[in-house]
């Protein structure tokens, strides 16, 4: 019987290339996905076609309504998605509080229900936005939390280990991983305004669009720009 795994997965490329990662080591995939209220609704269709096609059992989607929290582009649609800037030192308004501690929560309560001994999450703390919850003193804290407020870790001293591959990896390097384990790339979205084609100008396109540049492999997904 192969051992479990849940994979917090948005239909990005970031948690699709970890989910590929999670599928190479043989794990039977149990992925998490939220609707949130987020500013979109396309990143929930692209996390479906991803689920699909690794043909998983069941991919659990969580309702949690963080619109009702604000203070993010991504959740209040009178803040304005900004242009991308990779030289960006602040904190930007696309970062959605709460978000990634939140979603963890979930997934460590699902992993002790179905018996899953690993949470993979996609979070990168090299080429991304700046979010302090994509950070490693972040996840470390939170698997020190894991360790004690679960029946699993207190009584039977299995401790459910949150796995995160991409932590130390570039745009590019995300690109040539997932390229190199057959991730279905094209059946993702990065862009944080939800249309058909990326924007092309956001944080997270601009990022994304730097990683396949220098990957030297195109981007397999429609832009506007």
């Known amino acids: 019987m192969k051992a479990k795994a849940v994979v917090l997965l948005s239909g990005g490329?970031?948690?699709?290339?970890?989910?590929?990662?999670?599928n190479s080591k043989s794990?039977?995939?149990?992925?998490?996905?939220?609707?949130?209220?987020?500013?979109?609704?396309?990143?929930l269709s692209?996390?479906?076609?991803?689920?699909?096609?690794?043909?998983?059992?069941?991919?659990?989607?969580?309702?949690t309504n963080m619109e009702a929290i604000g203070g993010s582009a991504l959740t209040d649609?009178?803040?304005?998605?900004?242009?991308?800037?990779?030289?960006?030192?602040?904190?930007?308004?696309?970062?959605?509080?709460?978000?990634?501690?939140?979603?963890?929560?979930?997934?460590?309560?699902?992993?002790?229900?179905i018996g899953a001994e690993k949470i993979f999450i996609g979070v990168n703390a090299l080429d991304y936005s700046g979010y302090p919850d994509c950070r490693p003193e972040f996840i470390n804290k939170f698997q020190d939390l894991a360790n004690y407020s679960t029946t699993a870790a207190v009584q039977n001293s299995r401790k459910i280990v949150i796995e995160t591959p991409l932590l130390n990896l570039s745009k590019k390097d995300i690109v040539l991983l997932g390229t190199q384990l057959g991730a279905p790339l094209h059946l993702t979205t990065s862009c944080y305004?939800?249309?058909?084609?990326?924007?092309?100008?956001?944080?997270?396109?601009?990022?994304?669009?730097?990683?396949?540049?220098?990957a030297g492999i195109p981007d397999p997904i429609l832009y506007e720009k």
């Open 27 to 43: 794990y039977e995939l149990y992925p998490i996905s939220f609707n949130y209220h987020q500013r979109h609704n396309r990143e």
């Open 193 to 214: 305004n939800g249309k058909d084609a990326a924007c092309g100008e956001c944080d997270s396109c601009v990022l994304r669009l730097k990683g396949f540049l220098e």
């Open 46 to 63: 692209c996390a479906h076609k991803v689920a699909e096609h690794y043909k998983v059992a069941r991919h659990l989607v969580i309702e």
């Open 77 to 113: 649609k009178n803040i304005s998605v900004p242009a991308g800037d990779v030289t960006r030192q602040d904190i930007p308004v696309t970062y959605v509080p709460a978000r990634n501690l939140i979603f963890l929560s979930y997934a460590l309560g699902y992993a002790e229900v």
């Open 13 to 22: 490329l970031d948690s699709t290339v970890c989910m590929a990662v999670a």
